[in-house]
């Protein structure tokens, strides 16, 4: 089962090496990169959910079977993967309180550079685009509540 990971950590890796590869040299020819996106994103795709797939099916046994007894300090199969749950809501909503942020600053950096009374109203919408991290973050704490 390690090698599954193994797949799915290097199908990670990968994208993002040619996410910031492309970000840093992009494509000129546009026809040519469309062609070879749509073979690329397909063929990353199905390496990614099949060996998830693979995964999950191949360590349902390990975390389904019970355990006689665990050290204290040990983490067992079942505990880790719960962790792992609770972590990912905090992710994706950083993930997407990044974005968010992102394109309401630059928006509120426009604003301002043209109307500087505006600068009350724009924080207002950075804290509500903040605002999506921390409502991940409580989750996370509910569910880590849960977990213990």
């Known amino acids: 089962?390690?090698?599954l990971i193994a797949i799915i950590c290097l199908n990670l890796f990968g994208t993002l090496a040619l996410g910031i590869y492309l970000e840093l040299r992009p494509v000129q020819d546009k026809v040519r990169a469309t062609r070879w996106w749509k073979g690329t994103l397909g063929t990353n795709l199905l390496v990614f959910v099949s060996a998830s797939t693979g995964a999950l099916l191949l360590g349902m046994h390990d975390v389904m079977a019970q355990q006689a007894a665990v050290a204290p300090g040990?983490?067992?199969i079942g505990l880790g993967l719960a962790l792992?749950?609770?972590?990912?809501p905090t992710a994706l909503a950083t993930i997407g309180a990044g974005l968010a942020v992102g394109s309401v600053g630059a928006a509120s950096?426009?604003?301002?550079a043209e109307k500087p009374e505006m600068f009350g109203r724009t924080l207002i919408y950075l804290g509500l685009a903040e605002g999506i991290a921390i409502y991940g973050l409580v989750v996370t704490i509910l569910l880590l509540g849960k977990i213990a």
């Open 1 to 3: 089962m390690s090698w």
């Open 74 to 76: 040990e983490v067992s």
């Open 84 to 88: 792992l749950g609770a972590g990912l």
């Open 109 to 112: 950096l426009a604003v301002i």
